[in-house]
């Protein structure tokens, strides 16, 4: 993997919105990011990961008006940007095969910066809304749409790399997000096929890309949620590790609930820290996120809690940021934000 230099939206003590994402940070006591995520067979050395959790009193993430915005549960309360294009843009990022793009894992250095729109327009809409991911700069490219399946007994997200093609037989589905009975926990697969459908050698058969889970607090699903992300390791090419289950006993969820981590690897929404000043918990998101919301949230590694692998918040009512770095692909974050839109979940 070729070395990495963290940027300044990862990090927790740069205090300004520019993109200055040629400026390193002091790391040398840093490892390499990518170390974080390799596995490629060997034992995983992420078993301390469990140790953080968000402050048990928690009841707002937040952000103040330049970099914080309050996180809570009322709506629009936060103060909005003053200006809408201080929000630093992507940078410019090749999407020459766009199914090879979406799976594929952000470049190390790059943060891919992105935006995540919902349209509830038209028949069953308010129901089913149509979510769509672009990039977010200047060409808006379109990346992924997803949308809930009707008369599906659990949560079922289809994921299709064309906006107006979210059939599950057309050949444009890439994968989708499936959930328990409860809502409380989410699967990502890609557009292999299903187990029972295996050819001889298993080469067919969906991956796992991530699971969610979400846990209750004691105000139920008030206040920060505690988010915890499955998403199987990289090798030593930087590759993610295939993980084809051939049943649901072997499945992120399985081997994470059993603690069977190899090559996998476990990330925590990061907690929010209380400030005195405001009376609130506030995240740092840099200027990417001006509305209070409770499904803001960032997605960090336990031993690195600086290096940012994912974000996400509200910026308009049905618009929102969602920046994600190695090792995600596109697909694995866009099925990650749609995880917190779900209903049982959505507490707004």
Not at 231 to 249: K, L, Q
Not at 270 to 278: G, H, I, L, S
Request: with cysteine; hydrophobic share 30%; glycine share 6%.
């Amino acid at each position: 993997c070729p070395p990495m230099s963290l940027t300044a939206a990862t990090s927790s003590d740069e205090e300004d919105d520019s993109d200055s994402s040629t400026k390193p940070i002091r790391s040398e006591k840093k490892k390499n990011p990518a170390s974080l995520f390799q596995t490629g067979g060997d034992p995983p050395k992420e078993k301390k990961s469990k140790k953080k959790v968000p402050p048990k009193g928690a009841e707002s993430e937040e952000e103040t008006p330049e970099t914080l915005q309050k996180n809570s549960n009322k709506k629009g309360k936060a103060k909005k940007s003053k200006k809408k294009e201080e929000r630093p843009p992507s940078p410019v990022i090749e999407v020459d095969n766009l199914e090879e793009f979406v799976l594929r894992p952000a470049p190390q250095g790059v943060t891919v910066k992105c935006r995540v729109t919902r349209d509830k327009k038209g028949m069953d809409r308010g129901l089913y809304p149509t979510y769509y991911l672009h990039l977010d700069n200047d060409k808006k490219v379109f990346l992924l749409a997803g949308r809930k399946r009707k008369k599906s007994k659990t949560s079922n997200y289809l994921i299709s790399i064309d906006p107006t093609d979210l059939s599950r037989g057309g050949e444009n589905f890439i994968g989708k997000l499936r959930s328990n009975l409860m809502g409380t926990r989410f699967t990502v697969f890609d557009n292999g096929a299903n187990p029972d459908r295996a050819n001889a050698d298993w080469s067919n058969v969906r991956q796992e890309l991530s699971a969610v889970v979400y846990e209750t607090n004691v105000l139920g699903f008030k206040g920060p949620r505690k988010m915890t992300v499955i998403i199987p390791g990289m090798n030593a090419d930087c590759e993610r590790v295939p993980i084809r289950p051939r049943n649901d006993n072997d499945g992120l969820l399985m081997r994470w609930q059993n603690r069977n981590m190899d090559n996998v690897i476990e990330l925590h929404n990061k907690a929010p820290v209380w400030n005195d000043e405001t009376q609130s918990y506030v995240l740092n998101f840099h200027g990417r996120v001006t509305h209070a919301s409770v499904k803001n949230f960032q997605i960090v590694h336990s031993s690195d809690p600086d290096y940012i692998v994912m974000q996400f918040g509200r910026v308009a009512d049905d618009a929102f940021t969602m920046d994600y770095n190695y090792p995600l692909c596109a697909v694995q974050a866009f099925a990650i934000a749609l995880s917190s839109f779900d209903g049982k979940l959505a507490c707004e």
